[in-house]
């Protein structure tokens, strides 16, 4: 029987669902035989579903004890969000207290080469000097809210200073972006959700009302162009998720994705050398319950 994979999403009530369609279909492909399950762990997203749209999404901890009930003794949780910050963590803490066996999957960016291949997955042409190319994502107060900075500097290394990131919450903020645009006095914007799915801050955030980011950058006197689609519409992106599920299974004793006892780059052990209630050990740094 071979492990399950329960794939974790904040989640969404828009359009933008087609997107984990999209993604769904390629790791399908990639781990055939293993059973995949999405889960949601946003209740109100999943509410909503359920009551306007008559589709049903399970929480993590719902879909992990119903596959120990089946006799699963092991499972992989892949967090599909951006990066390590508050619902990735309470996404742990949600799974540590079951009694299933998890090795977690890590979020899109966990390491620098997963920074250098979302880097690479834009794929941007060379910019003009009158365009600049501002990609627009969630933002946290989470200590990882460095995460975005990172990012904007690994894309400057490879397409050049003309790369920007800013966020919907938190630093930084939209204000100070345009500020930064207008000083080199480009005349054209190209606005990318740095989001896996284009939902309801896509919607309403970069595009609709009057203070979304393409308003403000037209108010500045800037031609915008915006891109549509969260960044989870593209396969090289997906393939990060693949490389961090791949890494996930290979901490799993007896697993066929590797022989035992070797840990991946991109995830989390949470009971395979310490027992089930011992806590986590991180790929590359031990991680023991209550740090």
């Not at 984990?20 to 109100?44: A, P, Q």
């Not at 200073?161 to 006095?185: D, H, L, N």
Request: charged share 25%; with cysteine; net charge neutral.
């Amino acid at each position: 029987m071979k492990t399950p994979i329960v794939l974790t999403a904040f989640g969404t009530t828009s359009k933008a669902l087609e997107t984990y369609d999209f993604i769904d279909k390629i790791i399908r492909k990639e781990f055939l035989g293993h059973e995949i399950l999405w889960t949601f762990s946003s209740r109100m997203v999943r509410d909503r579903l359920r009551h306007r749209k008559k589709i049903e999404f399970r929480h993590p901890h719902e879909a992990l004890r119903a596959l120990y009930n089946q006799g699963h003794v092991w499972a992989v949780v892949q967090s599909m969000h951006m990066l390590c910050g508050h619902e990735f963590f309470r996404m742990l803490e949600e799974v540590n207290s079951l009694p299933i066996r998890t090795s977690i999957g890590l979020p899109l960016l966990s390491s620098y080469e997963d920074y250098h291949s979302l880097a690479q997955a834009f794929a941007f042409k060379a910019l003009s000097d009158d365009e600049a190319v501002v990609l627009v994502g969630h933002g946290t107060d989470h200590p990882s809210w460095s995460t975005y900075l990172a990012l904007e500097n690994i894309l400057r290394q490879v397409y050049g200073s003309g790369i920007y990131v800013g966020v919907v919450e938190g630093y930084p903020s939209q204000e100070q972006v345009i500020q930064a645009v207008v000083k080199t006095g480009v005349r054209k914007v190209r606005l990318i959700p740095l989001m896996l799915v284009a939902g309801v801050h896509f919607i309403e955030d970069l595009c609709e009302n009057e203070v979304s980011w393409t308003a403000a950058f037209q108010e500045a006197g800037l031609q915008v162009d915006i891109e549509s689609e969260g960044i989870g519409t593209r396969r090289e992106v997906v393939r990060i998720f693949i490389n961090h599920i791949r890494e996930a299974l290979d901490v799993i004793p007896g697993s066929v994705a590797a022989p035992l006892n070797i840990r991946g780059k991109g995830s989390i052990d949470t009971g395979a050398h310490q027992g089930p209630d011992k806590g986590r050990d991180l790929a590359r740094k031990p991680l023991s319950k209550g740090e």
